[in-house]
């Protein structure tokens, strides 16, 4: 089976069991959708979404939330880590969307990576689910599967991006990139491989005998 064969069955199986895949994110607007993402480094979602409704009510809006004092956005954020860090990213980033977006998130890739914060992978999920451009956003867990699928070498990040642009068509890599995350949290978890005995291994790979190793983003 070559590569391409082999994704374009992932994508098949993926859409199988994953028809709609839900954005995990809870969010109203693309703002809100871009501090969620911001929350959600070295946090789960499932704890920013406990922690985003309190932030919401206080400022869902740059204009609001670049009037927060930085010490009450850390303190309702705590329970997600690095909240100093986040905190002050938040604050400066909304007020640079005031000051030079007219309050508004830009739908554009350049500016989204220049705030504060804000990393490629970061700006690509908000493009992808806010504004519905394709983006391929490659966090932990999809380099992760890609590696274990051998879409790619898994060199880096990057490479991973570039390897599963060139093999998925344009128009799935949105729904992609959530199906591959919720497949990994069902079947494919970081610690290990659960020992060769998912579908789409075993199809795969029929002669695969040991889990395959991968490389940390
Ligand atoms: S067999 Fe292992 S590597 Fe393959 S999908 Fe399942 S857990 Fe992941």
Known sequence: MTKK????????????LYPDPPIPLDHRDAFTLLIAVL???QCTDARVNQVTPGLFEEADNPADMAEL?????R???????????????????????VEEHDGR??????????????GHKTASVVMAQAFGEPAF???????????R??????????QTEKDLKRLFPKKSWN????QIIYYGREFCPARSCNGLTCEICRYCFPNRKHPKKTRKA
């Open 5 to 16: 064969e082999r994704a374009a069955y992932i994508a098949r199986r993926l859409k199988e």
């Open 39 to 41: 929350l959600s480094a």
């Open 69 to 73: 004092p930085e010490e009450r956005i």
């Open 75 to 97: 303190e309702i954020i705590r329970s997600c880590g690095l909240s100093p860090q986040k905190a002050r990213a938040i604050k400066r980033l909304s007020q640079i969307l």
């Open 105 to 118: 998130v830009p739908a554009d890739m350049a500016a989204l990576e220049a705030l504060p914060g804000v």
């Open 137 to 147: 956003p490659v966090d932990t867990h999809i380099h992760r599967l890609a590696q």
């Open 149 to 158: 699928w051998e879409l790619t070498n898994g060199k880096s990040v990057a």
């Open 175 to 178: 729904d992609l990139h959530l």
